[in-house]
């Protein structure tokens, strides 16, 4: 590519689209479109209504450094900065694990869960219910968006996340509804005291096997805190089945999204704690067992 030839927007996301797929990149097209809308400040539309439209010469500049960036594997969310979830705009940092399709799953098992405790409680106190490893926010404060009665606590052992996370929560005008914590799994919640209606995580679940395997874009750039979950991926499972019921309301319930083939596990462990009376298994789209639920006995 030549900073001297004139590139319009069709032609170089057509060059770019080709320069992608010669590299191995899975949407090519895709990437491409998102990475010069972020360079024009554009939405995509905009790029086939101007197609003919010629890049000024800083403009092909920033998309070539962006090009160069993404052929080494940088995700596209890290280069632009942003990831929609649950039809919301998240700021992401290479701090964060970048949100997924599949956690709006346990997004929206929390929220039918908790709208149906709401609306037989008819008490006017709000929900209060806590995101494990938050990361992003992105659990969080969907939830508090689309249920707007609730209150949460987001726990974060990196303090880096933590900063994107309030971020999100000012941009998302949730921050008066969303109290942050810096540490451990539950440690900072034990220590503030009181009980949830629910506690929601996605934890690290990648068995350490399988991380040599991942794509380049996760295991090169993705936050291996975020990712490994130790030797068969079930380390976290284990401690937040063990001390979360304990910090549940009566009838309350912990949601955590889970592995390819780990869900009859983790609910097995959840099934250990004395106070928990039954678990729910749901699936993706794509038929996985996606989300563990369990409740616990009522008070």
Do not use: C
Not at 130 to 137: K, S
Request: charged share 30%; glycine share 8%.
């Amino acid at each position: 590519m030549s900073a001297v030839e004139v590139w319009t927007i069709g032609r170089i996301l057509k060059w770019t689209e080709q320069y992608f797929g010669e590299k191995g990149l899975e949407s090519p097209r895709l990437d491409a479109e998102v990475l010069l809308s972020h360079v024009l400040s554009k939405e995509r539309i905009y790029l086939y209504v101007h197609f003919d439209e010629p890049l000024e010469k800083a403009e092909l500049a920033a998309y070539r450094e962006l090009i160069r960036k993404r052929v080494q594997r940088v995700p596209v969310a890290y280069l632009v900065g942003r990831r929609e979830f649950m039809g919301l705009s998240f700021r992401v940092s290479p701090a964060t694990l970048i949100p997924r399709p599949e956690t709006e799953l346990l997004v929206q098992a929390a929220l039918d869960r908790l709208k149906a405790m709401e609306g037989a409680s008819g008490e006017d106190s709000p929900l209060l219910f806590a995101d494990i490893g938050t990361g992003t926010g992105a659990i969080a404060l969907s939830v508090l968006h689309f249920l707007p009665g609730a209150k949460a606590a987001a726990v974060d052992i990196s303090r880096d996340a933590l900063a994107v996370a309030k971020e999100n929560s000012e941009e998302l005008d949730l921050a008066e509804r969303v109290e942050f914590f810096e540490g451990d799994l539950l440690a900072p919640l034990r220590d503030r005291g009181g009980k949830f209606s629910a506690i929601l995580s996605n934890p690290p679940y990648i068995p350490q096997s399988d991380i040599p395997g991942l794509p380049p874009e996760v295991g090169r750039h993705e936050p291996m805190g975020a990712l490994a979950g130790g030797a068969d991926g079930l380390d976290f499972y284990r401690r937040l089945s063990k001390e979360a019921p304990e910090l549940l309301e009566g009838k309350g319930f912990m949601a955590f999204e889970v592995g390819i083939r780990q869900a009859e596990a983790v609910a097995r462990m959840a099934e250990e704690h004395p106070l928990i009376v039954r678990t729910e298994i749901l699936k993706d789209l794509a038929g996985i067992q996606r989300v563990v639920v369990a409740w616990r006995e009522g008070e």
